[in-house]
């Protein structure tokens, strides 16, 4: 099944984000090595400085989806404000389809 995450920063947290993005990434990338991962990346805001995330990723269930998400190095952090994690149906352009 696959989860999306839609993580949105807390405002004036710019810096956390920026300090934590290596660790972010390399977390991501462990995933994406085992399949984990489907797509991945900030939120923009009007001046184009990411505000927040959206991470695609492959689980057994709501609850492996929300580990997932509450292990990445930005949530751990404190980055998000929130974090709403739902199951997905990919339909359209689905590469796997």
């Excluded at 991945?40 to 959206?54: E, N, R, T, V």
């Excluded at 292990?71 to 974090?83: I, M, T, Y």
Aim: proline share 6%; aromatic share 10%; glycine share 8%.
């Amino acid at each position: 099944m696959i989860f999306v995450f839609t993580c949105k920063d807390k405002p004036g947290h710019l810096q956390t984000r920026v300090d934590n993005r290596p660790t972010h990434v390399e977390y991501l990338n462990k995933l994406n090595a085992e399949g984990r991962l489907k797509f991945a990346g900030p939120f923009l805001d009007g001046d184009g400085k990411p505000c927040g995330s959206l991470v695609a990723v492959e689980a057994a269930d709501l609850a492996a989806a929300k580990e997932i998400a509450a292990n990445d190095p930005f949530s751990k952090v404190g980055l998000f404000e929130s974090v709403t994690v739902q199951q997905w149906n990919w339909v359209f352009n689905n590469p796997a389809a």
